[in-house]
């Protein structure tokens, strides 16, 4: 298994606050995304890094920030989270621009 | 707008007969198709994948089949196992257009069910 791990893995919190999750790596791959998976949706991109600094939008980026400072930590931040983002996301991973991506346990988020 | 699409969303087959999993696309610019597994409170793992200048791709129990023209693809589990009780997700990317980064597109998934 790729060795890639997502914190916190359950979250509850109100509408309005600020949330942050956590993907850490210890492959050293230099992609990065973020996912989220919702019934009748299945996954879908939410940003992703291809490089330290380097980051880009996916498909349903609003409301979603992230940052990489370190090639083994991504960060994705809902900056004031609203009851739409009740989501279960996944971090994914992959070496290079057409490998294969591998993916985290996941964080299930509750906003009430 | 779908452009991966898995129709059915759930699937139940014997132990030991066939499980034949099935996803449309519409994008023609993919060329590149991938199938996961998904138990539940885990993360998606990969199954096996498949590029557009093949037909077909083989690995072990695991066979996936593509027909370009009718853009579809489908995932046969012979023989099929109480195991393999999972939700498999379809997706596709165009791995040759020049962009920074593999973006896959997911269908919605279908629960196979293994009956023992």
């Known amino acids: 298994d790729a060795g890639i791990t997502q914190s916190p893995r359950h979250k509850v919190t109100e509408t309005g606050t600020p949330v942050t999750l956590r993907c850490h790596q210890t492959?050293?791959?230099?992609?990065m995304y973020w996912y989220r998976q919702d019934p009748g949706h299945g996954l879908r991109l939410i940003h992703y890094?291809?490089?330290?600094?380097?980051?880009d939008k996916g498909e349903v980026s609003d409301g979603y920030s992230v940052s990489r400072s370190k090639t083994e930590d991504f960060l994705l931040t809902l900056e004031s989270a609203t009851s739409s983002q009740t989501s279960v996301y996944f971090c994914?991973?992959?070496?290079?621009?057409?490998?294969?991506?591998?993916f985290g346990p996941g964080t299930r988020l509750l906003v009430l | 707008d779908q452009q991966v699409k898995q129709n059915s969303p759930s699937l139940s087959v014997q132990e030991g007969r066939i499980s034949i999993l099935n996803c449309d696309y519409t994008?023609?610019?993919?060329?590149?198709f991938l199938w996961y597994k998904k138990y539940p409170a885990e993360g998606p793992t990969f199954l096996i994948s498949?590029?557009?200048?093949?037909d077909k791709n083989e690995d072990g129990r695991f066979t996936v089949f593509l027909n370009k023209s009718a853009k579809h693809l489908s995932l046969h589990i012979v023989p099929s196992q109480p195991g393999d009780s999972a939700v498999y997700f379809c997706?596709?990317?165009?791995?040759?257009?020049?962009?920074?980064?593999?973006?896959?597109?997911f269908g919605t998934g279908t629960l196979l069910a293994v009956q023992p």
């Open positions: 997706a596709a990317s165009r791995m040759n257009y020049g962009g920074a980064t593999n973006k896959l597109i």
């Open positions: 890094s291809y490089g330290v600094k380097d980051t």
């Open positions: 994914a991973i992959s070496a290079g621009l057409t490998e294969t991506q591998y």
């Open positions: 492959e050293n791959h230099r992609y």
């Open positions: 498949i590029s557009s200048i093949k």
């Open positions: 994008n023609s610019m993919f060329d590149y």
